[in-house]
């Protein structure tokens, strides 16, 4: 007998934001701990880097992104291939002071890859909250760091995309059944 089909999943672009903001900031933490735990080892400081940690969550600058720039769930969805990409070839541990850096640099890729008519540098510098000289430095080292491999299958784009939706639905049923249980206290009397 085959499995039951799913119904289509409607990703929305708040769901994606906080998807993706969620998986950044988990390997920030990761990335920061790890950094901390190794202050005796020189840790080299990549371009990356900032002076500071970020003040906005990841989830904001993703929503910036989608206000500014219009930018597409597609998009999204590349992006976090190129970080990932960009983690396994460099080597490098995402962190509180390089994860929007290494963000902006994944969303400006993919947006130039996947539309024939992108926007300015000039204006994802804006979106991005750097100046423009820096976007085209970062813009330039992160390709290199990619190898310029830039290109994503359909097969594994599709993979993604369902690895997405999964988590998604896993996400919203795990809420629900939060809700489910509070509400079982509520009608049993129990208030917590």
């Known amino acids: 007998m085959p499995a039951p089909v799913q119904p289509a999943y409607r990703v929305t672009p708040e769901e994606l934001h906080a998807l993706l903001g969620e998986l950044v900031d988990a390997a920030a933490d990761e990335g920061t701990k790890w950094e ?32 500014y720039l219009k930018y597409s769930k597609a998009a999204f969805v590349v992006a976090s291939i190129y970080l990932s990409r960009f983690v396994e070839l460099r080597k490098v541990h995402i962190t509180h002071r390089n994860k929007l850096r290494v963000l ?11 539309n024939d008519k ?16 820096e976007l ?28 997405t ?20 206290r509520v009608h049993a009397g129990i208030m917590i």
Do not use: M
């Not at 992108?118 to 000289?133: E, H, I, Q, R």
């Open 165 to 184: 939706i999964a988590c998604l639905r896993r996400r919203a049923a795990a809420r629900a059944a939060t809700r489910r249980r509070a509400a079982q």
């Open 36 to 67: 901390a735990s190794h202050r005796n080892v020189k840790v080299p400081v990549t371009y990356y880097d900032g002076e500071v940690e970020a003040t906005i969550s990841t989830a904001d600058y993703l929503k910036r992104w989608t206000k």
């Open 136 to 163: 085209n430095y970062l813009e330039r080292i992160f390709l290199t760091d990619i190898q310029f491999e830039l290109y994503v299958t359909n097969s594994l784009y599709t993979a993604y995309c369902d690895e």
């Open 104 to 114: 902006l640099c994944c969303l400006v890729a993919a947006d130039k890859f996947l």
């Open 118 to 133: 992108s926007w300015t540098n000039k204006a994802y510098a804006w979106a991005g909250g750097v100046p423009l000289t």
